[in-house]
């Protein structure tokens, strides 16, 4: 699941990174981190220090605090699937529900 989680993130500094335009030395510069190391979060590599990803994914404009945020419009159709991080059970309906008190 972190794994899956780390990819999630790491894709959306990528695309979001490509988006605005930037290169990948200037986001590491702005974010001050090496080129190493972005490209690491940007793989969802294990073992970066999570203050380091969130700073990168700040400098690169992804919003990590709004609830409906809004992928980069060249977001991959994986990014929409459900989540590998909940069980299928969870998106199949199984019955209606009755909610007419």
């Known amino acids: 699941m972190t794994r899956a989680v780390l ?3 790491g894709e959306m500094i990528r695309l979001s990174r ?3 335009g930037m290169t ?4 590491a510069r702005r974010a ?3 080129r190493t190391t972005l490209y690491n979060i940007e793989k969802g590599r294990p073992g970066t220090d999570v203050g380091i990803a969130v700073e990168a994914a700040l400098a690169a404009g992804v919003n990590l605090f709004e609830a409906r945020q809004r992928p980069p419009s060249g977001a991959l159709e994986s990014l929409h699937a459900p989540s590998p991080m909940f069980p ?3 998106y199949e309906n199984r019955r209606p529900v009755f909610d007419d008190f």
């Open 24 to 27: 990948a030395q200037e986001l």
């Open 7 to 9: 990819r999630y993130l």
């Open 88 to 90: 299928r059970r969870i």
């Open 32 to 34: 001050g981190i090496s």
């Open 18 to 20: 490509r988006e605005s």
